[in-house]
T-cell receptor
Framework: QKEVEQDPGPLSVPEGAIVSLNCTYS??????FMWYRQYSRKGPELLMY????GNKEDGRFTAQVDKSSKYISLFIRDSQPSDSATYLC??????????????FGRGTSLIVHP | DTGVSQNPRHKITKRGQNVTFRCDPI?????LYWYRQTLGQGPEFLTY????????KSRLLSDRFSAERPKGSFSTLEIQRTEQGDSAMYLC?????????????FGPGTRLTVL
């Protein structure tokens, strides 16, 4: 079993829909939870990160962390065709030297059609 | 452009050849990371530097791989005696030490194809 599990999709939704993307994990030491967006043949772009449990909102994006269930979510409101991309979750814990090297999920492909 | 840059963007080589990639991080970032990403997978950590010191290496980094960051600025990743299994996107990221690895900024990647 991988430390971070993420459904690869694809997830296809109509424009304007609320999108829910999720990851589960097994390492209870994870403290930082990140979401990246990656367009085809580009590098990942950091959307937002959350420390420990709780919610964080940034514009149309909301990240939720439930450490008791080892489950994190990213919600996208009023989805747009430009949101079509692969969404990667990543998580990190304190490692030797405080490097916090993240472990990535495999990404979920999102398609928002007009 | 003040983001992370990587060169070349694409590299096609024959099995057994050596290749070298370059990464220029965001100028004030003192941490630099290398990852490998294959199709349908997330990035896998290879190694990271704080300034010029290589502080951590993954078990994925076989002895055919070597990375350097002279003077704590740009970094190079060299793969010797390439194999077809080395075909992947090689990503570089940088962060401020105080910000931690959870605020990494990625470059566009170098796509390696080994024939």
């Amino acid at each position: 079993q991988k430390e971070v599990e993420q459904d690869p999709g694809p997830l296809s939704v109509p424009e304007g829909a609320i999108v829910s993307l999720n990851c589960t994990y097994s390492n209870s030491a994870f403290q930082y939870f990140m979401w990246y967006r990656q367009y085809s043949r580009k590098g990942p772009e950091l959307l937002m990160y959350t420390y420990s449990s709780g919610n964080k909102e940034d514009g149309r994006f909301t990240a939720q962390v439930d450490k008791s269930s080892k489950y994190i979510s990213l919600f996208i409101r009023d989805s747009q065709p430009s949101d079509s991309a692969t969404y990667l979750c990543a998580m990190s814990a304190a490692a030797s030297g405080g490097s916090y090297i993240p472990t990535f999920g495999r990404g979920t492909s999102l398609i928002v059609h007009p | 452009d003040t983001g992370v840059s990587q060169n070349p963007r694409h590299k096609i080589t024959k099995r057994g050849q050596n290749v070298t990639f370059r990464c220029d991080p965001i100028s004030e970032h003192n941490r630099l990371y290398w990852y490998r990403q294959t199709l349908g997978q997330g990035p896998e950590f290879l190694t990271y530097f704080q300034n010029e010191a290589q502080l951590e290496k993954s078990r994925l980094l076989s002895d055919r791989f070597s990375a350097e960051r002279p003077k704590g600025s740009f970094s190079t990743l060299e793969i010797q005696r390439t194999e077809q299994g080395d075909s992947a996107m090689y990503l570089c990221a940088s962060s401020l030490r105080l910000a931690g690895a959870h605020e990494q900024f990625f470059g566009p990647g170098t796509r390696l194809t080994v024939l």
